[in-house]
């Protein structure tokens, strides 16, 4: 069987498999299809992926890589913007004189919130209710996934019997990675290089992933269910159906399906 990801846009879906990945969008109810070679770099049949803890830090930037490449200038100048951002506050020449907080009497309980993550939080929980479309766009990527990987047709009506939870999703090992975070970061106050801290904790988290303990995929599930998924309707498993046999074709024949060949932007991009 073709193994297979993908993550959902705003208006449509990327697939993505060894060699080939397509995406899917809409747009004013038409569905385009853009096909291209997956980057050598971003597969998951390179060396790397066999090796413990390399596989993992090497996932974050094979997936920010992917979606970076796949994403329009919108998302591409956000993503820019947040990094531009993050080494604005990392190299600012006058971090030092920044007034600091005095350390607490010893023996002292002392919670610390970080405004950040808090900021952080209603973020999530605003755009699980704002970005509808994008979540039913990732309900009906999983669902799809996970009927070809059940080994059936990819009609809408197969499709529509799957379930909209993934054992594969990222938003699983975003929960591992939350826990992995205060356990290192904040209970052990581990200091390392700035944005290595983000490949340490995927490193880490994937491999617990990989143990499939329960509670943390049980977590990954609530989270997928009730933040970043949305039940679809017919036309979002349609865009799923069409980009996903898109893709097992051109990885099969190097083709696309003859019924898809003549829809819009069929070319590779």
């Known amino acids: 069987m073709i193994p297979v990801a993908g993550f959902a846009r705003l208006n449509g879906i990327?697939?993505?498999?060894p060699k080939h990945q397509v995406t899917t969008t809409t747009k004013n109810g038409v569905i385009t299809i853009k096909h291209r070679k997956t980057p050598r770099i971003f597969s998951n049949s390179g060396w790397w992926t066999s090796v413990p803890l390399l596989r993992g830090a090497w996932m974050i930037v094979a997936m920010l890589g992917s979606m970076v490449i796949n994403s329009g200038w919108l998302a591409k100048t956000l993503m820019g913007f947040w990094l531009m951002l993050n080494l604005s506050f990392i190299f600012w020449p006058n971090a030092e004189t920044v007034p600091r907080t005095p350390p607490p009497p010893p023996d002292t309980l002392v919670i610390s919130i970080n405004p950040f993550d808090v900021l952080f939080f209603f973020m999530v929980i605003a755009m699980s209710f704002a970005l509808k479309g994008l979540?039913?766009?990732h309900a009906a990527e999983?669902?799809?996934?996970n009927t070809h990987e059940a080994g059936k047709s990819l009609d809408v009506k197969n499709i529509q019997q799957s379930s909209q939870i993934s054992p594969r999703c990222g938003s699983n090992i975003v929960v591992i990675i939350f826990l992995v975070q205060i356990l290192l970061f904040r209970v052990l106050d581990m200091k390392v290089?700035?944005?290595?801290?983000?490949?340490?904790m995927f490193a880490i988290s994937y491999e617990i992933h990989r143990w499939q303990f329960k509670p943390f995929l049980w977590l990954g599930y609530l989270v997928q269910k009730y933040l970043v998924t949305r039940k679809p309707n017919e036309y979002h498993l349609v865009v799923g159906s069409i980009g996903l046999e898109s893709l097992i074709?051109?990885?099969e024949t190097g083709q696309l399906p003859k019924h898809y060949a003549a829809m819009p932007n069929t070319s590779s991009k």
């Open 135 to 137: 979540w039913q766009y």
């Open 249 to 251: 074709s051109l990885e």
């Open 142 to 145: 999983h669902m799809s996934i």
């Open 193 to 200: 290089i700035p944005f290595l801290d983000i490949a340490i």
């Open 14 to 17: 990327t697939f993505i498999g």
